[in-house]
Nanobody, 116 residues
Framework: QVQLVESGGGLVQAGGSLRLSCAASGIIFGINSMGWYRQAPGKQRELVAVRTNGGTTNYADSVKGRFTISKDNVKNTVYLQMNSLKHEDTAVYYC??????????WGQGTQVTVSS
């Protein structure tokens, strides 16, 4: 089992910044990617950013140039630096990881609210 604990959400004005953190614990040796998804009210959960163990990153078009995903391998923590936030970035953000078998694990979610 893998446990993911997120932190860093909150309320911010449009144009501001937030940094989300997600610490992984448990059986983590088989994890091959970590990332962030988000779900806004009435919408499906969508990929925001993902990073593989090899360092390859992938971003949703809507956040390219504004969000950056990074990972501290010593702390087993993945970060999402969010700059130039927009009202449409308001959502619950979920940390995700996948093991080598493709099994996903999810965090409990953290609310990000951007006031316009």
């Amino acid at each position: 089992q893998v446990q993911l604990v997120e932190s860093g959400g909150g309320l911010v004005q449009a144009g501001g910044s937030l940094r989300l953190s997600c610490a992984a614990s448990g059986i983590i040796f088989g994890i091959n990617s970590m990332g962030w998804y988000r779900q806004a009210p009435g919408k499906q959960r969508e990929l925001v950013a993902v990073r593989t163990n090899g360092g390859t990153t992938n971003y949703a078009d809507s956040v390219k140039g504004r969000f950056t995903i990074s990972k501290d391998n010593v702390k087993n923590t993945v970060y999402l630096q969010m700059n130039s936030l927009k009202h449409e970035d308001t959502a619950v953000y979920y940390c995700n990881c996948q093991n080598q078998l493709g099994r996903p694990y999810w965090g409990q979610g953290t609310q990000v609210t951007v006031s316009s």
